[in-house]
């Protein structure tokens, strides 16, 4: 098994490093773990804004393509997955998607999901660690990534997590089969990062070399 915070809506200071932390495959034995985790995500930052009727299933959603664990010892304190979108199928705005935005028609677009970190395991850096550990996953294979987060003002550590480390704000959307706890209409802030590069292909047909992005890349998007 190949070893190497939270929730978009939860707090991300993340500032120090855990030392211990390992990243790995999510097993179906690490799903008991991961809903007691969940649970104190949700008491402390409602997230998911609503308890899933079917835990389990919430988790492995028959979208799911490829799930990890965040351990500090032998005990789970974070968890992320990517999924298939099935935004296209039902979302109104799916032609000016995340997908269509930056991918070519070509490349295959997985979404970041299910993103939480255990209470306890916060400053850390353990969200980063996780959402690095999925973007290097999705450029070993070739694939875009894509992610959405509530558009609330306890979502602004997170947005600055995921700014300053390359993804780019694509669009803003209101749902309209999906309500606050309270009744209200969710705002959703969507997100996108193609981190493998299309290389210049020389006339001899070898790939030229590429720089690494600088903050004004970044800040423009590229």
């Not at 979208?63 to 997955?81: D, L």
């Not at 875009?144 to 600055?160: F, G, N």
């Not at 193609?194 to 590429?210: C, E, L, N, Y």
Request: proline letters at 8%; charged letters at 25%; hydrophobic letters at 35%.
């Amino acid at each position: 098994m190949k070893s190497v915070r939270v929730h978009p809506e939860g707090l991300l200071n993340d500032d120090d490093q855990m030392d211990d932390l390992s990243i790995r495959d999510r097993t179906p034995a690490d799903l008991r773990s991961c809903i007691s985790v969940l649970a104190d995500v949700h008491r402390l930052d409602r997230y998911p804004l609503h308890w899933p009727a079917d835990p389990h299933q919430w988790l492995s959603p028959d979208n799911t393509r490829h799930a990890w664990v965040a351990e500090r010892g032998s005990t789970v304190v974070g968890h992320i997955a990517v999924h298939h979108p099935v935004a296209a199928a039902t979302d109104p705005v799916s032609a000016t998607s995340p997908a269509s935005l930056t991918s070519p028609a070509t490349t295959p677009v997985v979404e970041v999901s299910r993103l939480f970190v255990a209470p306890t395991a916060r400053r850390h850096n353990t969200a980063a660690r996780l959402l690095h550990h999925a973007r290097q996953w999705a450029t070993e294979h070739q694939l875009d990534l894509t992610l959405e987060i509530v558009d609330d003002p306890r979502s602004a550590a997170a947005i600055a997590l995921y700014e300053r480390t390359g993804w780019r704000h694509t669009h803003t959307t209101t749902t309209t089969t999906w309500t606050s706890p309270e009744g209200h209409p969710v705002r959703l802030r969507r997100y996108a990062l193609r981190d493998h590069r299309t290389r210049d292909v020389g006339a001899a047909g070898r790939s030229a070399p590429q720089r690494e992005r600088g903050p004004a890349d970044r800040a423009a998007g590229r």
